[in-house]
T-cell receptor, first 113, second 112 residues
Framework: KAGVTQTPRYLIKTRGQQVTLSCSPISGHRSVSWYQQTPGQGLQFLFEYFSETQRNKGNFPGRFSGRQFSNSRSEMNVSTLELGDSALYLC????????????FGPGTRLTVL | KQEVTQIPAALSVPEGENLVLNCSFTDSAIYNLQWFRQDPGKGLTSLLLIQSSQREQTSGRLNASLDKSSGRSTLYIAASQPGDSATYLCAVTQVSNYQLIWGAGTKLIIKP
């Protein structure tokens, strides 16, 4: 069974631009969660999608948004990028709920210049 | 507000030693606690998941315990190997909002 995949793996953007990251969950998994990881703040929960609906949301500004498609693939969008958005963005999938075991992708390393 | 703390922040031990990593949390209203491993620049690998009703879980050389009432979990690694070198993170799933709250991790180095 293929694992969680994320594209692209690396991304360099400049301040003010926007970016879209993609996550394909493990086949059969319907829950996708997104996390931001930085050296200063550690891992922080962004949001969770289940069956195309946002089911849970962390404390991030509205510049961070996401969506999920009918095939459970998910995208995360960040608009008006700031230097502080530089981070490793991780997505995780689970079979039904966010408190089932989560399986993580390799992450997308975003650098904002 | 749930806070998860991992001690120590870093640990370096010779190969072959048994070791214990610690994780504590402030709010016992959790669904489960998970231990993950992260290699530099990589994603996270789930090691063990302990449901709130369980006391421990084992996988190979790893054993994780959970004492929900005292807000503590330990990850025991037996007969450590250089390949065990990584950052180990624990996370709890809150009952209030199903969110995972993470510790800052313990960076483990196993010296050959």
């Amino acid at each position: 069974k293929a694992g969680v995949t994320q594209t692209p793996r690396y991304l360099i953007k400049t301040r003010g631009q926007q970016v879209t990251l993609s996550c394909s969950p493990i086949s059969g998994h319907r829950s996708v969660s997104w996390y931001q990881q930085t050296p200063g703040q550690g891992l922080q929960f962004l949001f969770e999608y289940f069956s195309e609906t946002q089911r849970n949301k962390g404390n991030f500004p509205g510049r961070f948004s996401g969506r999920q498609f009918s095939n459970s693939r998910s995208e995360m969008n960040v608009s008006t990028l700031e230097l502080g958005d530089s981070a490793l963005y991780l997505c995780a999938s689970s079979s039904a709920t966010s408190y089932n075991e989560q399986f993580f992708g390799p992450g997308t390393r975003l650098t904002v210049l | 507000k749930q806070e998860v703390t991992q001690i120590p922040a870093a640990l370096s031990v010779p190969e072959g030693e048994n070791l214990v990593l610690n994780c504590s949390f402030t709010d016992s209203a959790i669904y489960n606690l998970q231990w993950f491993r992260q290699d530099p620049g990589k994603g996270l690998t789930s090691l063990l998941l302990i449901q709130s009703s369980q006391r421990e879980q084992t996988s190979g050389r790893l054993n994780a315990s959970l004492d929900k009432s005292s807000g503590r979990s330990t990850l025991y690694i037996a007969a450590s190997q250089p390949g065990d070198s990584a950052t180990y993170l624990c996370a709890v799933t809150q009952v209030s909002n199903y969110q995972l709250i993470w510790g800052a991790g313990t960076k483990l180095i196993i010296k050959p």
